[in-house]
């Protein structure tokens, strides 16, 4: 059952409008000195709060909203990849601001995998893993089927492809830039009718519709893969400016480094493609954040003009970030920073804490979005979260005991093909994790069965020498070993620990609220 306390926002009752776009890195914001323009985001930046070290707790997309919604790290969800299912008793921020009289309704997806023993073998839940998170009402379900979007356009005179999920790879007639075009080539589909115009079109829909507070998760796909924009988005980053990649000369060196990146790089659907082919995607990865942009500014306008702004508490990030060429990798894996560093931008309600500061440097994490949600409607944080809200903050100040490094873990094991992999580098299949904590200047990666590693990010900021085996740095490997293994003992799995049953009931007593490092 939730506990009441007073609500840090003065809205007593607060519309949500919780977004996350998909497959965002942390450093492509335009206040940030990146070349990708994002006005609007630049602009909701202002008004609310921009943490500047945010990162996901694991990847890919399944394990990082598993933490994302629930508020746990992967090593007490256990939902370590795309389709490990997630333990249905676990709570998770619909649940509990369904409980506070919210319906909390879904745009998009939630990637949330159904716990196979609680419903019969032939459920067809059990055939994919984008499943929904118990607790929120699919207005508009969304995943690697665009269904809502395909009848949308079949409305409009569209032939659909068979599969509808062409509709995101299906190119207007042009030479592709690698082969000789001037930029990447355009989606066939128009910008007034993509999949990112039609899901915010679906939304003003939805809240112009709506008589008392609501809540809306807007999960976009976008800028995830395919990398095709519409035009005129796929030709305003020029290709031939983004050919500059943070990495060893060749991929062989690059595997040097560590036996797991090694194998990774072997991978196909890890390995980056040639440098051209991969400006084009960059290109194209960069338009679809513009596009992004543009149609949420259209959102944004659309609450201003019609007066729900005032009332509206906004959640802004990314479920994990993108290699994007860096390292020799595409895709989201492993334990660099590109992976995992996302941005996330707070903006209260009109009134709520007028001295909010614009930037927050103090490392946050996915796990402290839903104890955010909660506290900001009154609500404490179900014991198993693993984070703390974000709020205080809000207020100008970092809560005594705040967290010094960010944490992240990566399960890479693979259930149905994953053999060869566990041979190559001698593991077991519950061997195949990563645990990853980041300081100010130190980043430590731990294996359970492979050898560390160690980067000195002020004098190594890209993570491209391993100083585990360096002799003057064995006190600082032995340092953060312990604290990351003083972190992982913090925090176990804690649902019922706080309680103990006695002669005179059931008694409980809280733990301090911030007791992060």
Not at 148 to 158: P, S, T
């Amino acid at each position: 059952m939730a506990l009441w306390h007073t609500p840090l926002v003065n809205s007593p009752t607060p519309n949500i409008l919780f977004i996350t776009a998909d497959q965002w890195r942390g450093d492509a914001l335009s206040l940030l000195g990146h070349p990708v323009q994002t006005p609007n985001l630049d602009a909701l930046a202002q008004e609310g709060t921009l943490f500047e070290r945010h990162y996901a707790n694991a990847v890919p997309c399944g394990p990082s909203r598993a933490s994302l919604h629930t508020g746990m790290y992967l090593q007490n969800h256990r939902s370590g990849t795309n389709g490990t299912p997630l333990d249905h008793r676990f709570d998770n921020w619909a649940l509990q601001l369904k409980s506070a009289g919210y319906q909390p309704s879904l745009f998009g997806y939630t990637d949330t995998a159904l716990d196979p023993r609680f419903v019969d073998a032939s459920d067809p839940r059990l055939r994919t893993y984008e499943g929904l998170l118990p607790g929120i009402d699919p207005v508009v379900q969304m995943g690697t089927f665009p269904d809502a979007w395909a009848e949308w356009l079949a409305d409009k005179g569209y032939d659909i492809p068979d599969p509808n999920w062409r509709l995101y790879t299906e190119k207007k007639p042009s030479i592709e830039y690698e082969d000789g075009g001037s930029h990447a080539a355009p989606l066939a589909i128009p910008k007034e009718h993509h999949d990112t115009h039609f899901m915010i079109d679906e939304v003003m829909r939805f809240v112009g519709a709506q008589s008392a507070p609501w809540c809306v998760h807007l999960s976009l796909l976008r800028p995830h893969p395919p990398w095709v924009a519409p035009e005129p988005y796929n030709s305003m980053y020029d290709p031939n400016s983004l050919q500059t990649f943070h990495r060893a000369p060749s991929p062989e060196a690059e595997g040097e480094q560590h036996p797991f990146l090694a194998a990774m790089l072997a991978k196909r659907h890890y390995r980056a493609p040639h440098d051209q082919k991969m400006a084009r995607l960059r290109a194209s990865y960069f338009g679809l954040m513009t596009e992004v942009d543009t149609q949420l500014g259209r959102l944004f306008g659309y609450l201003k003009a019609n007066h729900v702004w005032e009332d509206t508490l906004i959640v802004f990030t990314s479920d994990h970030g993108e290699q994007m060429g860096h390292h020799h990798l595409i895709g989201k894996l492993g334990y660099f920073d590109d992976s995992y560093h996302v941005p996330l931008i707070v903006r209260l309600p009109d009134g709520s804490l007028s001295n909010a500061p614009s930037r927050v440097a103090a490392f946050t994490e996915h796990v402290d979005i839903m104890p955010t949600l909660l506290d900001a409607v009154g609500l404490t944080a179900p014991v198993q979260c693993d984070g703390h809200s974000l709020l205080p903050f809000l207020r100008g100040n970092t809560p005594r005991g705040w967290r010094r490094e960010a944490h992240f873990e990566y399960d890479f094991r693979d259930v149905v093909d994953g053999e060869a992999l566990e041979q190559q580098l001698d593991l077991t299949l519950h061997q195949c994790m990563l645990n990853v904590i980041r300081g100010e200047r130190f980043k430590y990666v731990h294996f359970t069965h492979l050898p560390p590693l160690l980067f000195d990010l002020v004098n190594d900021p890209f993570e491209l020498e391993n100083l585990a085996n360096s002799p003057e740095h064995q006190p600082v490997v032995l340092e953060y070993a312990q604290k990351l293994l003083s972190w992982r003992m913090n925090h176990d799995e804690q649902t019922l620990t706080e309680y103990a049953l006695t002669d005179a009931g059931v008694s409980q007593r809280r733990a301090p609220r911030y007791t992060l490092n």
